[in-house]
């Protein structure tokens, strides 16, 4: 799979499922085939209505916010990958710093989660990043190697070579603080250096590295020029379908 530019909407825990058809909506209603490709990752209650929205728009696709690393069986308030499959879903995000921190799901796990995805043929979209603290004592990079090789670094070529990686420093999401075009660009460089020394240069050209972190309509075009940077994950920007169109469209 080559480098892909892609716009991923995570909406979390917002819109109710009226709402979140209505964003959808607004959003095919706008794009483009010659636009990067577009994600929507609705919540579970919605997904398969999202998916309904815009499965015949080939520039958009839609992602799972989480899901078990077990297939079936009695893990009440679990989401398989079959489940998320069967309604049309392609990608699943995981790792994102709201799961690791409020339900401690650790790298051990996200391993799994991982293999599980890419074994049944969906797309996992791996987040990772450094907290403020971690950030200021400039262990940030040692932090995210950390992530990579515990979570991702088991993976064969041919598996690694699906995943999409999101970089998000934990101190830009939801704050307004986003990292500067530098910062962001520097700690995506490392993290292709980090998977050019795993798995060659060829996989690692080809790897989509996306930023998150308070992505805004404002911002959106310099962090997206940045050479390695390969498009975004945006949380609150892309509950308004105005926005999340606008930053679409910023490149
Ligand atoms: P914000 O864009 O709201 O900062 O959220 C980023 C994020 O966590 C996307 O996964």
């Not at 577009?38 to 998916?51: D, G």
């Not at 962090?223 to 498009?231: A, C, E, N, Y």
């Amino acid at each position: 799979m080559s480098r892909q530019l892609i716009v991923a909407g995570n909406w979390k825990m917002n819109t109710n499922l009226k709402e979140g058809i209505k964003l959808a909506k607004g959003v095919s209603k706008k794009t483009k085939p010659s636009d990067p490709l577009v994600i929507m990752a609705a919540p579970a209650t919605h997904l398969h209505a999202v998916a309904e929205v815009v499965k015949d728009i080939p520039g958009i696709q839609v992602a799972a916010q989480n899901c078990s690393q077990e297939l079936s069986g009695a893990y009440t308030g679990e989401i398989s990958v079959g489940m998320i499959k069967a309604i049309g879903a392609k990608y699943v995000i995981l790792g994102h710093s709201e799961r690791r921190q409020y339900f401690k799901e650790g790298n051990a796990l996200l391993a799994k989660k991982v293999k599980t995805v890419l074994d049944n043929s969906l797309l996992p979209i791996f987040c990772c990043g450094e907290p403020l603290a971690v950030r200021k004592a400039g262990n940030h990079a040692r932090h995210v190697s950390k992530q990579l090789r515990e979570g991702l670094f088991h993976l064969s070529k041919k598996d690694f070579a699906k995943v999409v990686i999101a970089y998000e420093p934990i101190w830009a999401i939801g704050t307004g603080v986003t990292a500067s075009p530098e910062q962001a660009q520097e700690m995506h460089d490392k993290i292709r250096k980090m998977i050019v020394r795993k798995y060659g240069d060829k996989i690692a050209d080809n790897t989509t590295i996306l930023y998150g972190g308070s992505v805004k309509p404002a911002n959106a075009k310099v962090l997206f020029s940045q050479p390695d940077v390969d498009g975004g994950l945006v949380g609150g920007a892309s509950l308004k379908a105005d926005d999340f169109v606008k930053i679409i469209k910023a490149r």
